[in-house]
């Protein structure tokens, strides 16, 4: 069924922003394609989604001033990151941002297009080291197992994986600044992520110190359906519909929305938050539907005693971040920046 998109008295969409037709265009070939490879018994066409999945490789010879490398961590799950490592950094410590690409638990990698651009852009920007993790991916491999990635990659810069592999960048990594940072599905995963990190580092991690979160419109949800989700009907990107067919991909079989992962301060929340969580930033955007879970978060955070920041952006979309032609995304990279920094 085509949902039509609602519209103010002034003829303006009330449901999306004005945006260049050049981003209406890659938003449309997307919701297409990913709308085609979900089958109808719960599986994924990886092989369709090759076709359009456009992917850049790895590159020793620095591009845009960055050089990357890809560093394989468990070679028999596909575990690995791709390394961002700035040109202008040749001496001194710089911190370390590991990243969690998003694509509903079920898309995209480090290698495409997009996501190699973004962290670029973001290792260029912000002079830091970017580890931009490919992790399991669903319905393949459902909860918990991108979240034990995650962990995994993080006990292997804890135990000095780095310098076996790329031993300047090693030099250059503080691990006491490492922050970890996701969008969408990815942002999900940096509270998980993070929660496991500090019980495992309970257990006596030294080398690896979390210094901060950054959520950028992480994918949480819920069985509600909340004001945001149904006054944006239409918007880019994301629909009930799709988002509803993830969770279900994702989640433990026979879970509904209300599982921790998905509503994580719902009603079948998981114990305590760790003590050792660091400082937070939440980024929500004014027309992506899964605003006001998003809203629900920063509210948990905050009512539990967590130091959180709530970064708003009223006309920004879902994903506006990897669209460098969006003026919201070059005034978040350096809102990054001033966290990090």
Known sequence: MTQKASLASDGRSLTSPPLPWTTRLYIALLSVVTDGARRSNGTINRRLLSFFDARSSASAKPRHGVRTADVPVDPSRDLWFRLFVPSSASSGRIPVIVYFHGGGFAYLSPASRAYDAFCRRICRKI????????????PEHRYPAPYEDGVDVLRFLDDGGLASSDATAAGLADLSRCFLAGDSAGGNMVHHVARRWAADAAGGRENLRLAGLVLIQPFFGGEERTESEIRLVGAPLVSMERMDWLWR??????????HEAANVFGPRADGELEAALP??????GGFDPLQDWQRRYYDGMTARGKAVRLL????????????????????????LKAFIK
């Open 249 to 258: 991909a994702f989640l433990p079989e026979g879970a509904d929305r209300d």
């Open 312 to 335: 708003e952006y009223p006309d920004a979309i879902h994903a506006f971040y990897i669209f460098p032609e969006l003026n919201q995304s070059a005034a978040f990279i350096e809102e």
């Open 127 to 138: 002079n830091a080291l970017v580890v931009s993790v490919n992790y399991r991916l669903a």
């Open 279 to 284: 400082e937070a930033m939440v980024v929500v």
